[in-house]
């Protein structure tokens, strides 16, 4: 199986700051890496296809990056309703194994 | 709207059996294939099990194989999950995910996801 490793596992940062999350696969990957945030109580949202592909009607603020065994989650300026939880995703192969979550909070 | 609607978790005793179902409106379900995802109070995501647009092609998580049986009905735009010998391990939140299957798509990148039902395992 691929492990899936992020980090950092929590950040505090605050509203306008810039915040990066990295994912590092277990074994090259190619680009089959997908970002998904969840906010408190909610199903999981799907951000970022294909390493880097934005997903229809997710803002600008929010890039993917990365390709091979490591990527990145990039927020551009953080908003309000960006506290969350995100998680990396592998598609390569089964099973389709998710990284352990990156938790955003306030500072 | 497109969505996705679970319905049939609830409580079971260690050894007991449910049945999960996912409604699907407002999108074209024999073109994406489906997944269960569940996440366990307080813990991370864990995929469960995948089925083809077709139903061709059927995965598993090595933790519920040969107990969780996914099945779908395009004609019913429904999709399924037959659990049965349910652990304690098996507590969590169970989301029926899709990815659109056509070319040029991650059908395993999940697009389309429900709010969720809850199973509990307990005695």
């Known amino acids: 199986d691929i492990q899936m490793t992020q980090s950092p596992s929590s950040l505090s940062a605050s509203v306008g700051d810039r915040v990066t999350i990295t994912c590092r696969a277990s074994?090259?990957?190619?680009?089959?890496l997908n970002w998904y945030q969840q906010r408190a109580g909610k199903a999981p949202k799907l951000l970022i296809y294909?390493?880097?592909s934005l997903q229809s009607g997710v803002p600008l603020r929010f890039s993917g990056s990365g390709s091979g065994t490591d990527f990145t989650l990039t927020i551009s300026s953080l908003q309000p309703e960006d506290f969350a939880t995100y998680y990396c995703?592998?598609?390569?192969?089964?099973?389709?194994?998710f990284g352990q979550g990156t938790k955003v909070e306030i500072k | 709207e497109v969505q996705l609607v679970e319905s049939g978790g609830g409580l079971v005793k260690p050894g007991g059996s449910l049945r999960l179902s996912c409604a699907a409106s407002?999108?074209?379900?024999?073109?994406?294939?489906m997944n269960w995802v569940r996440q366990a109070p307080g813990k991370g995501l864990e995929w469960v099990s995948s089925?083809?647009?077709?139903?061709?092609?059927?995965y598993y998580a090595d933790s519920v194989k040969g107990r969780f049986t996914i099945s779908r009905d395009n004609a019913k735009n429904s999709l399924y999950l037959q659990m049965n010998s349910l652990r304690a391990e098996d507590t969590a939140v169970y989301y029926c995910?899709?990815?659109?299957?056509?070319?040029?798509?991650?059908?395993?990148?999940?697009?389309?996801w429900g709010q969720g039902t809850m199973v509990t395992v307990s005695s």
């Open positions: 089925i083809s647009s077709s139903s061709s092609y059927i």
């Open positions: 074994q090259s990957i190619s680009s089959y």
């Open positions: 995910a899709g990815g659109l299957a056509v070319p040029g798509s991650d059908e395993h990148a999940f697009d389309i």
């Open positions: 294909a390493a880097s």
């Open positions: 407002g999108f074209t379900f024999s073109r994406y294939s």
């Open positions: 995703q592998q598609s390569y192969s089964t099973p389709w194994t």
